[in-house]
């Protein structure tokens, strides 16, 4: 009865040996594979990302010294600025739900057609479902994979990229965004505004209320009491109501204040969104990278060579019975 032995190891030496033995294949599976991928590649449909960038201006209550400032915006913090007027907050509302139904159902012009029609994204992504609110949902799925939003923390650039088929409708797309942003930035911003003047204005016409019934009530005591300096009891009670009269003219006098400065704010207290560049046409697709795919060919080609040629080694060296 024969012996089986253990495995042969396999030295690198040996393992180089059999490559320079096998270099054809060793050159042409690497070679082969990446053909394959840029053959792939040409049948793949090309993709167009158009690209826009701007800059959120924050209002100047919230503006912090230059120096504190660049020293927070390289940690990518923003110190004593309100959250909602980061550029992340923006690069998010680019993303979030309502911003990309209402870019879903906007109409742009259709590439596909030669008289000018017209058609929502949705209906050019060609995204179905089985009802009006499944196929919303299902696009908004689609289109989200589409959009891409970057932030530079030392500028506060923010970079908005939008992925389609169609070279002039992601260009549309990336600006059309950009301008539903503007415009819920500033109905945002305004309506907060509103809310705060609206809010000073109630209380100036309860304040002035107030300020009638305490005066009321001082001259009522005026009437009944002529000669009120004579009667240390009636004196007291002068200077108490004397004191409800004076602050109620406090209250009405700093809420006249504060009602003109919310006025001012309701125009003024609105950050401004600064397009840096608008999206043109790419005029060359993104994807496929047919260079990246032919390197990852090779490489990919190579690791199977070495492999192969090592796993074949490996079974020639191993003892038979």
Do not use: C
Not at 107 to 114: L, V, W
């Amino acid at each position: 009865m024969t012996e089986l032995g253990g495995p042969t190891e396999i030295s690198l030496l040996d393992l180089l040996v059999s490559l320079r033995r096998r270099w054809r294949m060793v050159i042409g599976l690497p070679i082969a594979l990446a053909v394959v991928a840029v053959v792939i590649s040409f049948l793949m449909r090309p993709t167009y990302t158009a690209s826009t960038t701007f800059v959120p201006e924050a209002s100047a209550g919230t503006k912090l010294p230059s120096g504190l400032a660049g020293l927070a915006g390289q940690f990518g913090l923003s110190v004593g600025a309100d959250a909602s007027q980061s550029p992340r907050f923006y690069a998010d509302v680019l993303k979030s739900r309502e911003l990309l139904e209402r870019t879903l159902r906007t109409r742009y012009a259709d590439p596909r057609s030669a008289t000018g029609d017209s058609a929502s994204l949705l209906v050019l992504l060609r995204i179905g479902g089985r009802s009006g609110p499944d196929s919303m949902s299902n696009g908004v799925r689609a289109f989200s994979g589409q959009v891409g939003t970057r932030v530079d923390v030392q500028t506060g650039v923010v970079r908005l990229a939008v992925s389609s088929r169609y070279p002039v409708l992601a260009a549309a797309v990336a600006n059309q965004m950009v301008v539903y942003l503007s415009d819920f930035n500033t109905h945002t911003r305004q309506s907060q505004a509103r809310e705060r003047r609206r809010f000073v204005q109630q209380r100036i016409a309860e304040a002035e209320t107030e300020l009638r019934s305490a005066e009321g009530t001082l001259r009522a005591f005026y009437e009944r009491n002529r000669t009120w300096q004579q009667s240390p009891q009636l004196i007291f009670e002068e200077g108490r109501l004397r004191r409800q009269v004076d602050i109620r003219q406090e209250v009405d006098v700093t809420l006249q204040r504060e009602f003109e400065t919310a006025r001012i704010e309701e125009v003024n207290d609105t950050p401004v969104i600064t397009i840096i560049d608008s999206a043109t046409t790419p005029q060359r697709p993104s994807r496929p990278r047919r260079a990246v795919m032919a390197a990852l060919g090779l490489l990919l080609g190579a690791i199977v060579a070495v492999f192969a040629i090592a796993w074949g080694e490996y079974v020639n060296r191993s003892p038979r019975a």
